[in-house]
């Protein structure tokens, strides 16, 4: 039987009325594995009215720091204890590789959970007695209603560091999933109840961005909305969030670059390169998609690339060998097909070897001479990396900073002057120096340009999923002017 993803409102799974029925397909193989009953604007206001009534009742946000820590440590607890089955049907609706999921997804989706827990518990409030004879301190209450809109290339991860973001500052919140990945919120929800997540604090509404996802962003009761996903869906929802004057943040595309110097160790910049374009299936908004080589070191370095590259293995995402898998669906399959149109193709640049169904691209390597090119400047989001060349750091710098995008860069360099110097002039929210992929919640993360609007991690997220609210009391009397004495 096909699974329906329905609505998860109030502590449950709403009956299935007349909405539009919407296929999920596996681009593992292409065949039908569930659908969804896409949400309209009633059914998204029900969500919200659940929310706005749970707020009220005041059994989460009021509850003490101590017992929000508590149950968002049981919920990590119990992703750890189901995670074969979300990583399950994670690879069955997004075709990631099956222990990418495991290790990396799925443990992270509980670490995030854990992150905030430590973290309420930790972080203080300022206060003030530097004005006489006043004390002047600041609270932070939870800003009420936060509709969380997730991407379907990372579906577990990067939904659940909204989600314990903003539960563990009291508030209520509203997912609404990727309509091509609902598969693993549907134990998901039901594991925040069972650890303790009172009815009506988290909600779930399924369906397109243009249907489920407009009326939700829309909706005037909400408070706060965190989007992350494309950067022209993001444009749409700053307007819906500008025009009712509600609290916005959003992590948007890339084209990150990364520079390789010859003062790097290439052994390690290699391996490393590999992985921040190819895990993920390359759809990742922090793929370094342009890889930028020193002219007097690329041709020996692009062709190992092209080597390691053509030796990737393309299968399967649930046999545990494979290292790429199918990317997302066939309108993504024909994406990043048509960037190999024309250009420079070390390899790939197909449909992968051995595969009659399933929307599998062979890992591919272009060269360009030119940066302003479409293959240099649109995100691919797929196993797609171009290589460009430059002559000395202060090239590499200025094609890097050529670009709409600005989420993050990678630099490879053992030279420190060399490192402080770019990590000063590369215009992205995060510099990976000698890394790839690494984060620390603690800190904010978020993109310049057109890669993002404000941060989330820590004290960001504190300072998004609440508002501040200055008490100021005297700490003795003081003259107070007397008005209409005669």
């Known amino acids: ?75 990590a607890q119990l992703i750890r204890d189901n995670a074969d089955d979300l990583a399950e049907r994670e690879c069955r609706n997004a075709g990631l590789p099956m222990k990418q999921i495991r290790e990396r997804h799925v443990m992270r989706a509980a670490a995030n959970f854990e ?25 932070r209450e939870p800003v009420g209603i936060a509709a969380l809109v997730a991407p379907w290339n990372a579906p577990l991860a990067l939904a659940t560091m909204e989600m314990a973001g903003a539960l563990a500052f009291g508030n209520c919140c509203i997912l609404k999933p990727s309509e091509l990945t609902p598969l693993e919120f549907v134990p998901l929800l039901e594991l925040m109840s069972e650890a303790g997540i009172p009815d009506g604090v988290v909600s779930l509404v399924n369906g397109r961005g243009p249907v489920t996802g407009a009326a939700l962003v829309g909706h005037p009761d909400i408070d706060v909305i965190a989007f992350i996903g494309g950067t022209e869906t993001g444009r749409h929802i700053a307007r819906a969030a500008g025009g009712n004057l509600k609290k916005y943040v959003a992590e948007l595309g890339g084209k990150s670059a990364n520079i390789i110097t010859k003062q790097a160790n290439l052994e390690r910049a290699l391996d490393a390169a590999l992985v921040s ?85 062979a890992p591919t390597v272009a060269r360009a001479s030119d940066n302003s090119i479409p293959l240099c400047q649109e995100e691919i989001f797929g196993p797609f990396a171009t290589f460009l060349t430059f002559s000395g750091i202060d090239e590499a710098l200025e094609i890097a900073n050529q670009s709409e995008f600005g989420l993050v860069a990678y630099l490879w360099c053992d030279d420190m002057p060399t490192v402080m110097r770019a990590q000063d002039a590369l215009k992205a929210g995060t510099i990976w120096v000698n890394t790839p992929l690494a984060r620390d919640l603690r800190a904010p993360f978020g993109g310049y340009k057109n890669s993002g609007v404000g941060r989330t991690g820590g004290l960001s997220s504190r300072n998004l999923f609440t508002e501040e609210k200055v008490v100021t009391i005297p700490l003795r009397d003081f003259p107070i002017a007397k008005l209409g004495m005669g």
């Open 1 to 75: 039987m096909i699974e329906t993803c329905t609505s998860y409102i109030a502590g449950q799974w709403v009956a299935v009325a007349q909405q539009e029925r919407l296929p999920v397909i596996s681009p593992i193989d292409e065949t039908q594995v569930a659908e969804i009953a896409e949400a309209g604007e009633a059914e998204v206001g029900r969500a919200v009215a659940a929310a706005r009534a749970a707020f009220a009742k005041g059994e989460w946000c009021n509850a003490p720091v101590g017992h929000r820590q508590q149950v968002l440590r049981r919920i």
């Open 115 to 139: 992150f905030f827990a430590d973290f309420i518990g930790q972080v203080p409030n300022e206060s003030y007695e530097q004005e006489a004879p006043f004390l002047t301190i600041v609270r």
């Open 277 to 361: 374009i190819f895990s993920n299936n390359g759809q990742q908004c922090l793929a370094g998609s342009r890889i930028l080589v020193d002219e007097e070191i690329a041709e020996d370095f692009i062709a190992k690339f092209v080597t390691r590259a053509e030796n990737l293995k393309v299968g399967d995402p649930r046999d545990p060998e494979t290292e790429i898998g199918p990317v997302i669906s066939k309108a993504q399959y024909d994406r990043v097909l048509s960037f190999a149109e024309g250009a420079d193709i070390l390899t790939g640049g197909k449909r992968a070897e051995g595969f009659d169904k399933g929307y599998y691209v």
